[in-house]
């Protein structure tokens, strides 16, 4: 089957055809095409990072100078709660759902994914979740405010009576992403094209069948919680309240045995895309292709032991703090072999630094430099010191940012020619780099210092030292988050219409015509016989 008529399969669904396929706007609403359904994730999770961004700026706006300025603290602490909602499981997670409904099929040489009209449906149960997330803001008492978290019994005997709603928008992001978890390992297990056996394929499947299992794992856990909370706040239980004999202690456990597989759901799939776009520009095969995807199921194995590194503080046994402690130093050295590998694809390579190179590499640098502060944070004495302050911020805000949304836009200038037939305009795609890394380094960086010097996060004021740093991170955040308009501005541009891509673009356009992909494996480039 050709590139031409891969994805379009399904077009001409047979529930039409008594009158002929759906036009115009229903095309997309009733689409099983993997390639609409993947378009439809990734401008419904840019439509979320800019609504979750724009809560940042309320935030950082409001820490521009200390003293209360803008916004009320109920407020402030509703939006904190929300951006951190929105963004992990509105902006990151849908973003990589859709690179995988877009690329899995074409890499594996199938048709369309295992589960079509299932596809479709895990995608427009999100659009309405949030919708209703979002409401809870214009509900009395307004929305959540503990925290992206929901820290027990602060979201279940102090919390507005909006929570309940807030519960049942959580519990269908879960319901969505379990239906396209089941839908990526069945497509992947099953689809694909002959002679691809599983070590072969490319490290972006393989990075998310990986990624897939974790879902299907946590997601019911989150629910379990969100559940016992409910039962709290509406049938009288005590799951998490200490006066009818529960543990409040139980909530961070539950919670976070979901939570840190989730931020690994989160940056799996951005090392598959690293992993597809560092061997393309640096000429090269991947260097140590089997240690990578062994190194991947060792993350995903050891995620789900390493969960009370959250809650150091809150008075686990001594030796529980010791093997938490030891555990976390352990996902470091698979996590330490994957840049390793990074590192050594480029070593000698040709490289050329076009943008999704550009981002790959700042992703490699900052994501390591978050690695290093997530090493200091396993210290379970140094934690005590750590904790809540801004240094924890610092820290997530380095491997989230760089890791997980600067590997969304290399995935995306990457594979933009192919997607739409036309290149975007390289020198605006390099101005919203360097201005996307020049402010989030600007924004993240000054946080290791003021949260080494005591300053507590999710809190809107703060002590006269801090302002300098804070005035800072503040520029920094809104240079950050002004860019990202560019960025929508050299998207609608390309897909508009810019110069036509030619069939192999990352070669002919920069005079790099040897770099033929071999037949199969997917991963694998032949090397020109003048470069040794």
Known sequence: MTDQTIGHVNDHDDSHADHGPPKGLMRWVLTTNHKDIGSMYMWFSFAMFLLGGAMAMVIRAELFQPGLQLVQPEFFNQMTTMHGLIMVFGAVMPAFVGLANWMIPMMIGAPDMALPRMNNWSFWILPFAFALLVSTLFMEGGGPNFGWTFYAPLSTDYAPPSTTFFIFAVHMMGVSSIMGAINVIATILNLRAPGMTLMKMPLFVWTWLITAYLLIAVMPVLAGVVTMMLMDIHFGTAFFNAGGGGDPVL???????????????????????????????????????????YAVASIAFLSFIVWAHHMFTVGIPLVGEVFFMYATMLIAVPTGVKVFN???????????????????????????????????????????????????????????????????????????????????????????????????????????????????????????QFADFNMIASIGGFMFGVTQLLFLFIVIKCVKGGPKAEAKPWEGAHGLEWMVPSPAPYHTFTTPPDVK
């Open 251 to 293: 909530f961070q456990h539950v919670f976070w045995f979901f939570g840190h597989p989730e931020v690994y759901i989160m940056i799996l799939p951005a090392f598959g895309v690293v992993s597809q776009i560092i061997p393309a520009f640096s000429r090269k095969p991947l260097f140590g292709y089997t240690s990578m995807v």
């Open 342 to 464: 990074w590192v050594a694809t480029m070593f000698r390579g040709a490289l050329t630094f076009e943008t999704p190179m550009l981002f790959a590499v700042a992703f490699v640098v900052l994501f390591t430099i978050g690695g290093f502060s997530g090493l200091m944070l396993s210290i379970a004495p140094a934690d005590f010191q750590y904790h809540d302050t801004y240094f924890v911020v610092a820290h997530f805000h380095y491997v989230l940012v760089p890791g997980a949304i600067f590997a969304i836009f290399a995935g995306v200038y990457y594979w933009l020619p192919k997607w739409t037939g036309h290149m975007y305009d390289a020198g605006l795609s390099k101005v919203h780099f360097w201005m996307s890394f020049i402010g989030m380094n600007l924004t993240f960086f000054p946080m290791h210092f003021v949260g080494l010097a005591g300053m507590p996060r999710r809190i809107p004021d703060y002590a006269l």
